[in-house]
């Protein structure tokens, strides 16, 4: 089997090819931005703006993968406040490019659609556990682009008759991660307070929130899985379904930490919307999948702890 992973340079793309690679034995090729310094042993990395849309069909048709995860995104909901022309072009123009580079070919790869629980919105506020049958209402610009990349996938797919495979992520953490994100944030932040870089005060945004955290690991197998037994044309959410405060995520990681640390709130960090809860019903994945996370999000956090402290 061939796998191609778009956008392979991101966070979670490094352990998606390793996943790919080493507990399923794939054969793997993924694609960066020419200015992205990314490699991976055994992988072959093609340069690829998916703006471009001639360079997307000509790589889908000269690699002529089994599957294809899109991964490539603008994944920041704090810099689609920001920037969200940048944040529609990559995430909803990207991914028509590829939509319109499968359906042009002579054969039928699976595509996985990487979407967001951020896609629910109020919608997640105003009942327990969200499953995909919920309407989605986007309360930032980062889900709105990330659930019509949900309609374009699902249009194109019974259009076309393409096997396309819609997921709706819930946040993921592990080592690596951008600390425009809470949980590398907050592990950050403690690395330089313990290394004498920083006084001794953490800024934080909203702490009252609930999320949904699973470590990066656990996702992306599940990905794959989904990829080999999902339903085409259908969505699936990918998550803990154990949403935690970020008040308790804070708690935990202070706990790991043997520093005198105060916390302040930066206004900064708090978003214009914010939905108070967002936790995932993830039946129908493991139903169709046998999916189940593996990893305990007090060993995610350690590892993250650990892997900014490698780094001064």
Not at 177 to 203: T, W
Not at 217 to 227: E, G, K, M
Not at 252 to 264: C, F, P, T
Request: with cysteine.
């Amino acid at each position: 089997m061939k796998a191609l992973v778009i956008g392979a340079a991101g966070f979670v793309g490094g352990y998606l090819i390793d996943c790919l690679k080493n507990e399923f034995g794939y054969e793997v090729a993924g694609t960066k931005l020419s200015k992205e310094d990314f490699s991976h042993e055994e992988c072959q990395m093609y340069d690829l703006n998916i703006l471009e849309k001639d360079d997307v069909i000509s790589l889908v048709r000269n690699y002529h993968p089994d599957v294809i995860f899109h991964l490539a995104a603008q994944s920041s909901v704090a810099l689609s406040w920001k920037n969200p022309q940048l944040t529609v072009d990559i995430n909803i123009k990207g991914t028509l490019n590829l939509l319109e580079a499968v359906r042009e070919l002579d054969y039928k790869p699976t595509v996985l659609l990487i979407g967001s629980g951020e896609e629910y919105g109020a919608s997640g506020a105003e009942k327990g556990q969200i499953d995909e049958e919920t309407l989605p209402r986007p309360g930032n610009i980062y889900a709105a682009t990330k659930a019509c990349q949900n309609m374009l996938g699902t249009i194109y797919a019974k259009a076309y008759s393409l096997n396309i495979i819609s997921v709706r992520s819930f946040n993921h953490i592990g080592p690596g991660q951008s600390d425009l994100f809470v949980v590398s944030d907050f592990c950050h932040q403690v690395a330089e307070i313990e290394a004498g870089k920083r006084e001794p005060v953490m800024y934080v945004g909203n702490l009252s929130a609930y999320r949904d955290f699973t470590d990066v690991r656990d996702v992306v197998r599940a990905y794959v899985l989904l990829s080999q037994k999902g339903t085409s044309g259908q969505t699936y959410n990918v998550g803990s379904a154990h949403a935690i405060q970020i008040q308790d995520i804070l708690n935990r990681i202070l706990s790991h930490s043997s520093a005198k640390i105060q916390v302040k709130v930066d206004e900064k960090k708090l978003r214009p919307v914010d939905v108070p809860k967002i936790e995932p019903n993830t039946d129908k994945l493991q139903k169709e999948t046998g999916w189940q996370p593996k990893i305990n999000i007090d060993d995610t956090i350690c590892d993250v702890l650990d892997w900014w402290r490698m780094r001064g």
